[in-house]
């Protein structure tokens, strides 16, 4: 999910926006494609909304990792200091 499917979500409410809009048939039974359209513009949104998710989830950090770099170091006697920066 994320990326390709939110461009594959798009596509397929271009295609069902087409079918409920511009294409028009006169058909004595079976299945209209305008109702083809509007399942398939649902479908799209539901996926889009669903990818979008996905991908904004995806994108934040899980955990901030504080670490603790080494700056300088002085003797003194009897010990050794080590003076250290947080980031």
Excluded: D, K, N
Aim: without cysteine; charged residues 10%.
């Amino acid at each position: 999910m994320g990326l390709p499917g939110m461009v594959f979500s798009a596509i397929a409410i271009a295609v069902g926006a087409v079918m409920y809009w511009a294409i028009t048939t006169t058909q004595g039974h079976g299945f209209r494609l305008s109702t083809v359209g509007v399942i398939l513009m649902v479908i799209g949104g539901i996926g889009f909304v669903t990818s979008a998710v996905v991908f904004a989830v995806s994108r934040r950090p899980a955990t901030i990792v504080q670490r603790t770099y080494p700056v300088g170091t002085t003797s003194e006697a009897p010990a050794t200091v080590v003076h250290e920066q947080v980031r």
